[in-house]
């Protein structure tokens, strides 16, 4: 069965860090690695994509991926309390999978 | 970027009534949609995938008679709730993959159904 694991948090960082959010996946085909940011009563808004080992970078977010650790993970720089939301990571096996959500963490900015 | 819209956004309806969900993709063309149901601090549940021009593929413990999906164009796809009751008072959110890109879904801004 697929399984992609969050900490459900919250997570709680000051205004201006860099917070850090990490998901494991249990298999080890997938392919395509998501994050998506969820607002409370909002549906799930498309962050970042990644399908190789190593970092991909866009503004303020970057997404890892170790393929060998089944492990991927978003980093937040200069947090805002704008970021403040749920982050569901998700994984699929190949382009015509559906994907597998993890439960998501939610993620506090204080000012 | 790739839009997709869902209506209503909002629907509050009486035990024993049907109810129809729309979801469009605006600006692209989806093979495939998917129909999810999220409740109160739950994670995200995939109910459905359904592909144009074919039946739908529900989830395990998924009613197909009671959550009638029809995807009868590369832009629609309708989700009605049959005989909806309170149980089934939740935010169902839609979801499409761009023909020309499958890697990728794009989420509707989801409908809020409340069944009295």
């Known amino acids: 069965q697929k399984e992609v694991e969050q900490n459900s948090g919250p997570l709680s960082v000051p205004e201006g860090a860099i917070a850090s959010l990490n998901c494991t996946y249990s298999d080890r085909g997938s392919q395509s690695f998501f994050w998506y940011r969820q607002y409370s009563g909002k549906s799930p808004e498309l962050i970042m994509s990644?399908?190789?080992?190593g970092d991909k970078e866009d503004g303020r977010f970057t997404a890892q991926l170790n393929k060998a650790s089944q492990y991927v993970s978003l980093l937040i720089r200069d947090s805002q309390p704008s970021d403040s939301a749920t982050y569901l990571c998700a994984v699929k096996l190949g382009r015509d999978s559906t994907l597998t959500f993890g439960k998501g963490t939610m993620l506090l900015v204080s000012p | 970027g790739a839009v997709v819209s869902q209506h209503p956004s909002r629907v509050i309806c009486k035990s024993g009534t049907s109810v129809k969900i729309e979801c469009r993709s605006l600006d692209f063309q989806a093979t495939t949609m998917f129909w999810y149901r999220q409740f109160p601090k739950q994670s995200l549940m995939l109910m459905a995938t359904s592909n144009e021009g074919s039946k739908a593929t529900y989830e395990q413990g998924v009613e197909k008679d009671k959550f009638l999906i029809n995807h009868a164009s590369l832009t629609l796809s309708t989700l009605t709730v049959t005989s909806a009751h309170p149980e089934d008072s939740s935010f169902y959110i839609c979801?499409?993959?761009?023909?020309?890109?499958?890697?990728?879904?794009?989420f509707g801004p989801g409908t809020r159904l409340t069944v009295l």
């Open positions: 979801s499409a993959r761009d023909r020309d890109s499958t890697d990728t879904q794009y």
């Open positions: 990644i399908y190789s080992n």
